[in-house]
């Protein structure tokens, strides 16, 4: 019966050392204890006893030339350093941290907020459409304007939680907005508002 190994950080940390230090005939312990010395400041013995750990759960294995490698076939999980979730080796995303997808995607697919070049091709965009006012936006990013219009402004956080949206969508529904110059952001008393657009 296959049974789910679920690794710690310092166990994910061996893992990626090996990954680093792993050439086509294996590794070499002596390279991995001073990786992971540097990185993470583990002792030689807690770098053998991870390693006993993964050899013992088939994620390192012997191979043919009788070296340890990581045994590519194994899957083992680990938890997402945003959100927590669980996710399988396979289902990594990240160099510096290990996401899941949708952190991943989230944390990497940023709308700029102020951006010229965005605000002159979408009014070029809306204009060859004959598209005015909210025509052409998603439901979505309307009921957001209707929103900050129906408040006068609204705080970015007020719009997170109404429509329950991450701040990154938040933010990319808003960086939208903005470029069709029906919203643009105002700061009173050191608090950031989105308000409707003054031409």
Not at 7 to 12: G, K, M
Not at 15 to 24: F, L, R, V, W
Request: aromatic share 10%; glycine share 8%; charged share 35%.
């Amino acid at each position: 019966m296959d049974y789910k190994i679920q690794l710690d950080e310092e166990e994910r940390g061996i893992i990626k050392c090996i990954e680093e230090a792993q050439i086509d005939r294996g590794f070499h312990i002596r390279d991995i204890i001073k990786k992971a010395k540097e990185h993470y400041g583990m002792s030689r013995s807690k770098v053998y006893e991870i390693v006993g750990y993964l050899e013992f759960h088939d994620i390192i294995i012997s191979n043919k030339s009788g070296n340890r490698e990581l045994n590519k076939d194994k899957t083992y999980y680990i938890k997402c350093q945003n959100c927590g979730c669980g996710i399988s080796n396979s289902e990594i995303f990240g160099e510096e941290e290990d996401l899941c997808e949708e952190c991943y995607m989230e944390d990497h697919q940023k709308i700029r907020l102020a951006d010229p070049w965005a605000v002159r091709s979408k009014k070029i965009f809306r204009k060859n459409a004959g598209f005015e006012g909210t025509e052409g936006l998603s439901d979505l990013q309307k009921s957001i304007y209707e929103f900050i219009c129906s408040k006068g402004r609204a705080k970015p956080e007020e719009i997170s939680k109404e429509f329950g949206l991450s701040k990154r969508e938040a933010e990319n529904q808003w960086a939208i907005l903005r470029h069709c110059e029906l919203i643009g952001g105002q700061k009173q008393d050191g608090v950031f508002y989105m308000a409707p657009f003054k031409s």
